[in-house]
Structure formats: structure tokens, C-alpha cells
């Protein structure tokens, strides 16, 4: 049996179909329709994410108030402009589609007949390529014209997606915070405490705008690392700010793959020296420049939520040694009216 020859003007004829049919998809301007629907959703839900936080009692970032004034100011007067560009184009390049889609038509009725099929494929391809190109250009300009608020609305959610993780981890703390104390920053971390790394407890570090906590919170015990073990949740060691005389940062290990953070601690804390890897896809530069900022006060223009005057007095005046014993007193946590002496049972109502 004769093999039939290939038909090299079918087979062109068939590809271009295949670009006519893809090009449909396209004259609606789809991906900046869906841009614009999904920026109009998180918009929308902005307002409320920002209220949720601070409920929460997240104190930081007052910024994001005011950025989501912003955003949604400028995204009204961009929306309004590019949907009426989407339905104006979309329209032009539809007319222009069904033109070319009756020449389309017309040259599937000539498959039989190569030679001339041939002949009058240039002309539509030239149209079909122009289109295309129109319709991708239209993209371009229209993606231009939205600028960076897409990307400003996506980081801004980021940053209430990572204050949401902070507040989530406060909340499952196993140790109480202090009273009137606001937390600023969240990471997962390993404190390098033996310099092995093999026991090295990991967790999360936390920075308030008092101290620097670093909590063990993870599974301890696991055969092959991966079956069984325990979990194991408690503080490990907490400074006051005060006492951090320097922080220091380094990207350590392959590629500076590590995150490190460096402290030099001042007389009165725990230790004198302490090591910690920031994990998460957190940058350790990032966390030392805000330690170094909450320590030196400039941090204070970022609250949203003032401290209570009534109750930062109560802590001034709070005693630091009980009036029986002279035993010193444990600091004031949040929520407590009241001081007990681990050494003489003393109450001591604030």
C-alpha cells in the first residue's frame, strides 16, 4: 500500500487554526480582568485584617492604616480607568476576530485544494499575527497603568499574614508576657547553646518592646527524626533591652545560608554572650537593625495604640522588694493586680 504524501499546506493550515483558537482566549484581556477582580478582593478584605490585629493587640505598624487609605484611594481611580480600557479593547479586538474568523472559515473549505489554500493563507497569517501583537501590546500598557499597587496590595497582606503569625505565637506561649508589654517581632530560631548544633534547642524568638525571649518549641525524641518523640514547650531565657549592650549579624555557612545574630549582653542578664540563627526566611540584617531600633526608642512613632498612662504608673509604683521579707519581687505580667512573695507569702495588692 502507497503511503500518502504529506500535505505541507494542510499541515500550516492546521497550526494556524491552533494560534487562531489560542488567540480567542486572549481578545478578552483575561489577565487583566482576573488582576483586576483578585486586587478588588484583598482591598476589600484589607480593612478588616487590619481591625483583626488589633483586637489582637498588636500595637506596631501604624502605617497600616493609613497605607490602606492609600491603596484604596489610588485603586479607585485606577480601576474605574482600566475597566473602561478592558471593555473598549476587548470590543475593538472582538470586531477585528470576526472579520478574520469569516476568512478563517472560508479557507477551511479550500483543504482539498493545496495549491490554492497556499496562496491565501499570507494574508490571514499576516492579520492573525497582527492582532496578537495588538492584543499582547494592550496587556503591556494596561499592566503599566496599574503599576505597583497589585504588588503593594500583595506585600502589604504579607505584612498582616506575618503579624497574624507573631500574635498566633504569643498566644500559644507557654509563659505570660509582661504587663503593659507589646510585641513587635516573631521567629522561628535555633539558640546555638552548645555550638554542636545536635541538642541545640529550637523555637521562637521573640522581641517586645521590653526584652528578647527565646522559648524551645519544638518535638524532642524522634527515632530516625521522624517517629515519635515529645513535645517540648518552655522558656528558655529572657533579657531585658536594657542589658543587650550589642547585636550583631552574619550570613554564615554555604552561600550564607544561616541567618545569625550575635549578643553581647550587659551585667545583670543571664548570660554574657548569646548566639541564635533566625529561621523562616527570616534576614538576621532585618532583626538586628530592629533590636537596635526598639533599644534606642524609635519605634515609639510606629504604635498605633498608646500605652494606658493609669496602668505604666501602677508598674512605676509596683514595689520591687516585698515590705516583709525585703525578698525581691517577681515583675508584674499582664492582667495581674496583685504580687505574691515567693519567700514569705506577702500579697501585695497594686
Same mark, same amino acid.
Given at each position: 500500500?502507497?503511503?500518502?504524501?504529506?500535505?505541507?499546506?494542510?499541515?500550516?493550515?492546521?497550526?494556524?487554526?491552533?494560534?487562531?483558537?489560542?488567540?480567542?482566549?486572549?481578545?478578552?484581556?483575561?489577565?487583566?480582568?482576573?488582576?483586576?477582580?483578585?486586587?478588588?478582593?484583598?482591598?476589600?478584605?484589607?480593612?478588616?485584617?487590619?481591625?483583626?490585629?488589633?483586637?489582637?493587640?498588636?500595637?506596631?505598624?501604624?502605617?497600616?492604616?493609613?497605607?490602606?487609605?492609600?491603596?484604596?484611594?489610588?485603586?479607585?481611580?485606577?480601576?474605574?480607568?482600566?475597566?473602561?480600557?478592558?471593555?473598549?479593547?476587548?470590543?475593538?479586538?472582538?470586531?477585528?476576530?470576526?472579520?478574520?474568523?469569516?476568512?478563517?472559515?472560508?479557507?477551511?473549505?479550500?483543504?482539498?485544494?493545496?495549491?490554492?489554500?497556499?496562496?491565501?493563507?499570507?494574508?490571514?497569517?499576516?492579520?492573525?499575527?497582527?492582532?496578537?501583537?495588538?492584543?499582547?501590546?494592550?496587556?503591556?500598557?494596561?499592566?503599566?497603568?496599574?503599576?505597583?499597587?497589585?504588588?503593594?496590595?500583595?506585600?502589604?497582606?504579607?505584612?498582616?499574614?506575618?503579624?497574624?503569625?507573631?500574635?498566633?505565637?504569643?498566644?500559644?506561649?507557654?509563659?505570660?508576657?509582661?504587663?503593659?508589654?507589646?510585641?513587635? !517581632?516573631?521567629?522561628? *530560631? %535555633?539558640?546555638?547553646?552548645?555550638? /554542636? #548544633?545536635?541538642?541545640?534547642?529550637?523555637?521562637? +524568638? $521573640?522581641? @517586645?518592646?521590653?526584652?528578647?525571649?527565646?522559648?524551645?518549641?519544638?518535638?524532642?525524641?524522634?527515632?530516625?527524626?521522624?517517629?515519635?518523640?515529645?513535645?517540648?514547650?518552655?522558656?528558655?531565657?529572657?533579657?531585658? !533591652?536594657?542589658?543587650? *549592650? %550589642?547585636?550583631?549579624?552574619?550570613? /554564615? #555557612?554555604?552561600?550564607?545560608?544561616?541567618?545569625? +545574630? $550575635?549578643? @553581647?549582653?550587659?551585667?545583670?542578664?543571664?548570660?554574657?554572650?548569646?548566639?541564635?540563627?533566625?529561621?523562616?526566611?527570616?534576614?538576621?540584617?532585618?532583626?538586628?537593625?530592629?533590636?537596635?531600633?526598639?533599644?534606642?526608642?524609635?519605634?515609639?512613632? %510606629?504604635?498605633?495604640?498608646?500605652?494606658?498612662?493609669?496602668?505604666?504608673?501602677?508598674?512605676?509604683?509596683?514595689? @520591687?522588694?516585698?515590705?516583709?521579707?525585703?525578698?525581691?519581687?517577681?515583675?508584674?505580667?499582664?492582667?495581674?493586680?496583685?504580687?505574691?512573695?515567693?519567700?514569705?507569702?506577702?500579697?501585695?495588692?497594686?
Amino acid at each position: 500500500m502507497t503511503t500518502p504524501e504529506p500535505n505541507p499546506s494542510a499541515a500550516a493550515h492546521e497550526d494556524m487554526q491552533r494560534q487562531w483558537k489560542e488567540l480567542f482566549e486572549k481578545i478578552s484581556l483575561p489577565e487583566i480582568s482576573r488582576t483586576i477582580t483578585d486586587t478588588s478582593d484583598k482591598l476589600h478584605k484589607l480593612p478588616e485584617q487590619i481591625v483583626r490585629i488589633r483586637q489582637r493587640g498588636y500595637v506596631f505598624a501604624s502605617y497600616l492604616e493609613q497605607k490602606r487609605d492609600v491603596l484604596v484611594k489610588r485603586w479607585d481611580d485606577i480601576k474605574r480607568n482600566i475597566q473602561s480600557a478592558v471593555q473598549s479593547e476587548a470590543e475593538t479586538f472582538r470586531t477585528e476576530y470576526n472579520r478574520i474568523d469569516s476568512l478563517m472559515t472560508d479557507l477551511s473549505r479550500l483543504l482539498s485544494n493545496p495549491a490554492t489554500l497556499e496562496s491565501r493563507m499570507p494574508p490571514i497569517r499576516q492579520r492573525i499575527q497582527e492582532l496578537e501583537d495588538r492584543v499582547e501590546a494592550t496587556e503591556r500598557k494596561l499592566k503599566a497603568d496599574l503599576g505597583s499597587l497589585p504588588s503593594d496590595t500583595d506585600q502589604t497582606l504579607k505584612q498582616l499574614s506575618d503579624i497574624s503569625w507573631y500574635l498566633d505565637q504569643k498566644e500559644e506561649a507557654s509563659f505570660k508576657f509582661l504587663a503593659n508589654e507589646a510585641l513587635f !517581632l516573631a521567629a522561628k *530560631a %535555633e539558640w546555638v547553646e552548645t555550638g /554542636k #548544633g545536635k541538642n541545640d534547642p529550637d523555637g521562637i +524568638l $521573640y522581641l @517586645t518592646d521590653q526584652r528578647l525571649v527565646f522559648e524551645q518549641k519544638e518535638t524532642v525524641g524522634k527515632t530516625l527524626g521522624l517517629f515519635g518523640g515529645k513535645k517540648a514547650q518552655d522558656l528558655k531565657w529572657e533579657v531585658p !533591652l536594657h542589658l543587650v *549592650a %550589642e547585636v550583631k549579624a552574619e550570613n /554564615k #555557612g554555604l552561600f550564607g545560608g544561616k541567618d545569625m +545574630l $550575635y549578643f @553581647t549582653l550587659k551585667s545583670g542578664a543571664p548570660f554574657s554572650q548569646i548566639t541564635v540563627e533566625v529561621k523562616g526566611g527570616v534576614a538576621c540584617k532585618f532583626w538586628a537593625a530592629q533590636i537596635q531600633r526598639m533599644i534606642s526608642g524609635n519605634t515609639k512613632d %510606629e504604635r498605633a495604640i498608646q500605652p494606658d498612662a493609669e496602668a505604666l504608673e501602677a508598674i512605676k509604683k509596683a514595689p @520591687t522588694a516585698c515590705p516583709s521579707c525585703g525578698g525581691t519581687l517577681p515583675m508584674l505580667v499582664a492582667g495581674q493586680n496583685q504580687i505574691d512573695c515567693m519567700y514569705c507569702g506577702t500579697v501585695i495588692r497594686i
